[in-house]
């Protein structure tokens, strides 16, 4: 029988490999920026090259989806820099969810970009996330060079609100809460009565044109039940830029956050990252 013995320098060399590996895949520490004094917003940073990415999430969201963790692994596999967070009122940054108003979710992006996620970026909103990238867009137009809305929910707030009934709007009025059944958790969503008003500040739907001219990249399911895949086509008409591309999945949901679809995202977030740097 034979023994095969490594040297000591082949061992260490392996062994810093091995190290390099670990710690490339290792889970980011959470950190915290301060969009105003008394409140924090978490975040968790991976470093890389330039362009980096972001994630926003969804209307009742983390930084601990399915998508977010995805895409973090993804921007570590080919070295390029990764923000995700937690909007106020969520997960570990500080607040009350039921009062987290458009607003401020479009601010927390906003100090991310500021203080954390420094240079050109690539957002990635799911959901209401989507609606929240374009007016960060609109914000920032220097520094957010692509963007990749999945089911983006446009309008959300306002859409679903003025479907209701008479009846409902004024049970609102009257508590002060709005209740929405979810089919995605056992628990409803609610929210304050002034998300509902403080929205409408924030609605796209009346612009002719959305002054947003980076590479824009959209990802809907058509089998959505939340928000419907005609949202998505309608954008693509009311986006300035030129560069727009639409994916529709024939049997996709809202959530898209399969196997196959993490892999359509992650695709295209590639050729989007290829594009950006290729125009620099």
Known sequence: MRHLFKSPCTQNRTIRHLL????SFAESTVQYAFPSPGERVAFRQSPGKSPGVIFLPGLMSTMEGTKALALERYCKKIGHSYVRFDYRGYGMS????QECTI????EDVLTI???VAKGPQILVGSSLGGWISLLVAMSKPDQIRGLIGIASAV???SRRFDTLSHEEKREVEATGKWILPSQHTEEPYVLDSIVIEEARQHVLQEKELYPICCPVRLLHGMKDGDVPYQVSLDLVNQLESDDVQLTLIKDGGHRLSDAHNLQLLTTTLGHLIDQVKQSD
């Open 113 to 115: 970009l500021d203080g």
């Open 103 to 106: 607003g401020m979710r479009k």
């Open 155 to 157: 309008d959300f707030v």
């Open 94 to 97: 500080s607040g009350e969810s």
């Open 20 to 23: 390099k590996k670990m710690s």
